[in-house]
Nanobody, 124 residues
Framework: QVRLVESGGGTVQAGASLTLSCAAS???????MGWFRQYPGKEREGVAS???????NYAASVEGRFTVAEDNAKPALSLQMNALKPEDTGVYYC???????????????????WGQGTQVTVSS
């Protein structure tokens, strides 16, 4: 069983940067990994994903501002968020896919292991 724990959330002003980290109790190597966020009252949406081959995919709203990366030494997944906007506010979740060698994917249904989330609040 994989356990994912997110950290690094907080409250920042617009334009600031934050780095989220996802610590995994099990392996993440060769699995697809993703970051999702959820606004109050709305569905969870894919933000960034990392495929088993190292490929990445980003939501259009964060392209060029967010960077997803894997730290194989821990293992952990990070999300570097720059130039934050108020609309980036939400609970951010880390997720891992069920199968080895899967492609990157921003769809929630492609993942079956989830962390508890970390709150990010961006004030204007």
């Amino acid at each position: 069983q994989v356990r994912l724990v997110e950290s690094g959330g907080g409250t920042v002003q617009a334009g600031a940067s934050l780095t989220l980290s996802c610590a995994a109790s099990g392996s993440t190597t060769y699995f697809s990994m993703g970051w999702f966020r959820q606004y109050p009252g709305k569905e969870r949406e894919g933000v960034a994903s990392l495929g088993s081959d190292g490929s990445t995919n980003y939501a259009a709203s964060v392209e060029g501002r967010f960077t997803v990366a894997e730290d194989n030494a821990k293992p952990a997944l990070s999300l570097q968020m720059n130039a934050l906007k108020p609309e980036d506010t939400g609970v951010y979740y880390c997720a891992r896919g069920p199968r080895l060698f899967d492609d990157c994917n921003l769809l929630e249904g492609a993942y079956n292991h989830w962390g508890q989330g970390t709150q990010v609040t961006v004030s204007s």
